[in-house]
T-cell receptor, first 117, second 116 residues
Framework: ETGVTQTPRHLVMGMTNKKSLKCEQH?????MYWYKQSAKKPLELMFV???????ENNSVPSRFSPECPNSSHLFLHLHTLQPEDSALYLC????????????????FGSGTQLSVL | AQSVAQPEDQVNVAEGNPLTVKCTYS??????LFWYVQYPNRGLQFLLK????DNLVKGSYGFEAEFNKSQTSFHLKKPSALVSDSALYFC??????????????WGLGTSLAVNP
């Protein structure tokens, strides 16, 4: 195990639903990340939090709303998603993000496989 | 545009044979380079990284990677493949953005299949 736990592992939701993805890390890290993984596309960095402060939002639509209540927990709130949002959503952590970015080793959770109907 | 290329979607190798997974990069400056592996239904796991120094970097599970600056390549290698090495392999590089911060850019991944 990598020390990063994501729940749920699978999620099916309709376009009008509201759901949340949860990530928890037990590594004492200060930076947490949300990535989107779609087939045939590079990993897309969505959000970065460093010491609980959001340091990066890569032009992510507002239907995705992150929350980082402390350095160990990260949420991704979802509402009115589109079918093209179906993907594997990965949470990661690292020691810190050095001003919003990192050259460090990332620790990933197993992801939430999201299907939007 | 700065990018990382993994020219092979899939690599097939027999168990016990050496394996190579290719990666080339087009990133300005002196990027840091990484390999990650993703086993089925799992997140990515760090294998190794190159920052500076010796061009041959050793990592987890017997993998190593060779940095070649003139060819802008960072190929992943293993002398003797195992069936359990079958997974998706990602190459990544850091680049500087407009704010002079480092950003990770990822290749599309290469699926490695090791046949018994």
């Amino acid at each position: 195990e990598t020390g990063v736990t994501q729940t749920p592992r699978h999620l099916v939701m309709g376009m009008t639903n509201k759901k949340s993805l949860k990530c928890e890390q037990h590594l004492g890290h200060n930076a947490m990340y949300w990535y989107k993984q779609s087939a045939k596309k590079p990993l897309e960095l969505m959000f970065v939090y460093n010491f609980k402060e959001q340091t990066e939002n890569n032009s992510v639509p507002s239907r995705f709303s992150p929350e980082c209540p402390n350095s160990s927990h990260l949420f991704l709130h979802l509402h009115t998603l589109q079918p093209e949002d179906s993907a594997l959503y990965l949470c990661a952590s690292s020691q810190d993000a050095g001003g919003g970015t990192t050259n460090e080793k990332l620790f990933f959770g197993s992801g939430t496989q999201l299907s939007v109907l | 545009a700065q990018s990382v290329a993994q020219p092979e979607d899939q690599v097939n190798v027999a168990e016990g044979n050496p394996l190579t997974v290719k990666c080339t990069y087009s990133v300005s400056g002196n990027p840091y380079l990484f390999w990650y592996v993703q086993y089925p239904n799992r997140g990515l796991q760090f294998l190794l990284k190159y920052i500076t120094g010796d061009n041959l970097v050793k990592g987890s599970y017997g993998f190593e990677a060779e940095f070649n600056k003139s060819q802008t390549s960072f190929h992943l290698k293993k002398p003797s493949a195992l069936v359990s090495d079958s997974a998706l392999y990602f190459c990544a590089a850091t680049r500087y953005n407009a704010g002079n911060n480092r950003k990770l850019i990822w290749g599309l991944g290469t699926s490695l299949a090791v046949n018994p």
